[in-house]
Every structure is written in structure tokens, then in C-alpha cells.
């Protein structure tokens, strides 16, 4: 009887890949910002597009490298206010083009 043990499985190689995974997707996040400052948009319609990635990523350095789980109720509304401040930034960023633009 043979005892194979499969490692592929250990929570250190999954932490491990997910990492890696992580890694890749911050790495993607970032060319995508770099194609969004190259292209021939509106400036509002631009910045708006660099603080959705710009909470894309913040989101995925919580969960992924920082490891903020939501089970309890705390890391929830940790996550909730920086979604909400964000949101409230780019809704005054939007005003204040569309104000400039009146002028």
C-alpha cells in the first residue's frame, strides 16, 4: 500500500496561488488604466473610468492580499465606507467638469 500524499490541495498553495492570481490582476488593472489614459475620451468620462478601476483594485488588495473576509461585521463596513467614499468622489469630480464646462 502506497501512502501518496496530495499536496496540491494545502492551504499554503492555495494562498500561494491565489497571490499569484491576485498578482496578474493588479497587473491587468494597471495596463487597462494605462489604455484608458491613451484613449480619446471626454475628461469626465475618463476620470470616471480610472476611479472605478482605481476601486476595482482596492477591492481586490482587500480581499485578496490583505485577506478581509466578511464575516463579521467590521471589515463590512470598513469596505462599505471606502466603496462610499469613493462613490461621493467621483460624483463631486463629475460635478465639478460639469460646472467647469458651464462656465
Same mark, same amino acid.
Do not use: H
Given at each position: ?9 494545502? $492551504? &499554503?498553495?492555495?494562498?500561494? #496561488? ?8 493588479? !497587473?491587468?488593472?494597471?495596463?487597462? &488604466? ?6 480619446? /475620451? ?10 472605478? /478601476?482605481?476601486?476595482?483594485?482596492? @477591492?481586490? %488588495? /482587500? %480581499?485578496?492580499?490583505?485577506?478581509? #473576509?466578511?464575516?463579521?461585521?467590521? $471589515? #463590512?463596513?470598513? %469596505?462599505?465606507?471606502? *466603496?462610499? @467614499?469613493?462613490? *461621493?468622489? %467621483? !460624483?463631486?469630480?463629475? &460635478?465639478?467638469? *460639469? #460646472?467647469?464646462?458651464?462656465?
Amino acid at each position: 500500500m502506497s501512502a501518496t500524499v496530495d499536496n496540491s490541495d494545502q $492551504p &499554503e498553495d492555495r494562498r500561494l #496561488r491565489a497571490t499569484a492570481i491576485g498578482f496578474a490582476a493588479i !497587473v491587468a488593472l494597471t495596463v487597462a &488604466e494605462l489604455m484608458v489614459i491613451g484613449l480619446d /475620451l471626454d475628461r469626465a468620462v475618463r476620470v470616471t473610468a480610472l476611479c472605478g /478601476l482605481l476601486m476595482t483594485k482596492v @477591492a481586490l %488588495v /482587500l %480581499v485578496v492580499f490583505l485577506r478581509v #473576509r466578511f464575516r463579521r461585521r467590521d $471589515p #463590512r463596513l470598513a %469596505v462599505a465606507a471606502l *466603496f462610499l @467614499a469613493a462613490g *461621493f468622489a %467621483v !460624483v463631486l469630480m463629475l &460635478e465639478m467638469a *460639469f #460646472r467647469m464646462r458651464q462656465q
